[in-house]
């Protein structure tokens, strides 16, 4: 997470949150592949569900750019 002016707190937070969405609405319906998630300065004041819809819309391209 780049640190953008927050404190670790806030940091930790959005850490946890995409963690959260990853483990519960991502990960059964994506390959077995290592990914990276870059949160912009934006994540940080965005709800739950816009996270998770941003997160599903990435998650959808993945397999035409691993060629799956």
Excluded: Q, W
């Amino acid at each position: 997470m780049p640190k953008l002016k927050h404190t670790i707190v806030e940091r930790n937070r959005l850490k946890r949150r995409l963690r959260e969405i990853v483990r519960t609405r991502l990960l059964a319906d994506l390959p077995a592949i290592d990914m990276v998630v870059r949160a912009r300065a934006e994540a940080y004041d965005a709800s739950f569900g816009t996270l998770a819809a941003e997160l599903a819309l990435g998650a959808a391209k993945l397999p035409a750019l691993i060629g799956r």
